[in-house]
DNA sequence: GATGAATGAGAATTCATTCAT
DNA sequence: TATGAATGAATTCTCATTCAT
């Protein structure tokens, strides 16, 4: 790599990072895009170099999270032994649950904000698309005796991860209806009824 | 009451009819307090006497219709007989379904916006309240055999409307990951073991 | 007249003047909104509040000034005694000539900027079109013995001022073919010999 | 011509034809310096190795492509024979307005942009000066009776051409006052009239 | 010569809010 | 109460120009 590539990742890195920080600090509404390049340390006009706006930075902002929340709670996961599919969905539901309740700007940031989407929409990254199918190929799993298609298994799992999230986001952040310790035996035992 | 008692109501009904309208016609980020008051056939002046501003307006429209919503579904659910509060309860989520498939716009305005907050937060208004928590009671039911505590029952249920939300969002505006039609039988299958 | 209209009229008066000065000192493309307002003493919205663009006040102003000039040259015309239509257009154009070498800065402006547009175009101001459409007919006269008729007349004015308002430009502004006082005579009896 | 001059003159002239295709398409205040050399398919440096910025680049095209008409009109022109230069010169004007007719963007171009200043100022290509002259002075031709001197006549053709010019303009472009056909007749008459 | 990433001043425009009428 | 002209801070976005490679 060249420096001036090499210089071109660093710059769009920086904005990146200093997006982030000022989209879970203060809002989306409220950042603007001279914020985000004076965090950054780089002119306005280098913004422009890489995102069309604040909107579609943000857009890959959390389409790249939502990723790396999901995969890193799939290498969790991946190593360990279960007795049967639900037992490995738990886990991996279990591990998102305590990563979002240490990581509450994130979750904030996720929330009501394309949020999951990419677990179901077209992401333009092609890589991120095969490994998530890969991901829901394996925790689901190639036992014979599943209880359900691998169609249906992928649509109940949409639905568990929704669910997840707002039963997160309004325990965590809002401690609505109960906090988080308590709601999530009950989420916890939601999702098992849903995976009998 | 005095007839400019009655002006003062029209003028107000008139700003919340222009509001909804534009809100759910641009979408919230593209509707100016001008925008309104023009729609509404008032002075940019009026609408301060009336609101805060426009994000404490959609609040407000976004509480009532979606009380609005949840009492319509009751009142229709009350009336029939049910075998159990299960079935009661699907009923429930069935009606409110098949409102939100012929109502996107509304839809879209709840989804990600407070959305069901009204179930959990302190909303303002004591008889909007009190009414919710009747409502939650009824669809309890009395019987003794109930599976759940009244507390346990309000929170899954507090889940459910959450998983029914996102659902419709997604596979209604979206269809993704299936359309409704697809994933209605899977969603009320899903709420079915949960109330198990 | 209301206390709130005499402010209005003021107001968009003090944005016209102050435009028509920065046009004239530095060039419409030097000009911005925020020089006509700080000159002018208002706030920049209210620049909004009366023109589109500063091009859109530009073009008024053009009219504006274009019309006043034609005006003031037919005013002065048409009370004097003319031998027949000739003596009379030639006066007419003498003393536009005049004007424009005492006022270089509307010569500026006006030239190579829908100029004379306001002759040809339909204005949106119903009272410029009347009262030009009334000059032209008065300066063609009723004589009997005019050697053209008036549709040829017309087309012939417009080719008349056309090219007066090219001569002056160059000759007063830079001096070339040679000084307005050299090419004046010139361009007199150029247009003497088109109304032969 | 080496190698490395050949393709240094490759650039400047893509660069011309870019800027002029994108002169023509968009108008010269919707150029910008990157849409020229992203057209050109060189680099945006690359732009002021050549020219100082699109104003300076924009005075030559016209200069270059104003000459080039007054060049094919005089070498059509000076092929025939002619009884007088009075037709002479309407020829050459006949020609010219038939070319701005079937040559719409060129007209748009030249129209109010230095236009024929190339026939009044001094321009630097010494060669181009040189020619203007000896064309004029062909089209003055050599005969005893010409009724102007010449400068008398080089100071009428600046006017015939400036006349022409703004005709063709709004004639041809706005179809004001009239379209080019029924304009063409009056202007030559005009032309004929003046040259008297 | 050629490149194109980076710059940053500055232009256009918006809009919530105020307040005199 | 109701009005709507006026405000001006705030924001987005552009683009000519530079300069290290």
Redesign the interface.
Same mark, same amino acid.
């Given at each position: 790599m060249s420096k001036i590539d090499g210089n071109k990742e660093k710059k769009e890195r920086a904005i990146y990072s200093a997006a982030y920080k000022l989209f879970t600090e203060i809002g989306i509404n409220n950042v603007t895009v001279s914020n985000i390049t004076k965090q950054a340390g780089v002119a306005k006009g280098t913004f422009y170099l890489y995102f069309k706006d604040k909107y579609s930075l943000m857009d890959k902002i959390i389409v790249k999270k939502s990723f790396e929340l999901l995969l890193e709670a799939y290498n969790i996961t991946k190593d360990k032994e279960f007795y049967d599919y639900n037992e490995r969905v738990i886990f991996f539901i279990d591990f998102i649950v305590d990563s979002l309740k240490e990581n509450r700007v994130l979750l904030k940031l996720l929330h009501? @904000?394309l949020s999951w989407?990419m677990f179901?929409?077209a992401v333009d990254n092609k890589m991120i698309t095969k490994i998530i199918n890969e991901l829901i190929h394996e925790l689901y799993g190639d036992k014979i005796d599943n209880k359900m298609s691998e169609l @249906?298994f992928?649509?109940?799992l949409?639905?568990i991860i929704?669910?997840t999230?707002?039963?997160c986001y309004?325990s965590i952040i809002?401690e609505?209806?109960?906090k988080i310790d308590e709601?999530k035996p009950?989420?916890l035992n939601?999702i098992k009824?849903?995976l009998?």
């Open positions: 009501k @904000n989407g179901n929409q @249906n992928y649509r109940t949409f639905m929704e669910l999230s707002s039963v309004h809002e609505k209806p109960a709601m009950l989420l939601v009824k849903i009998l």
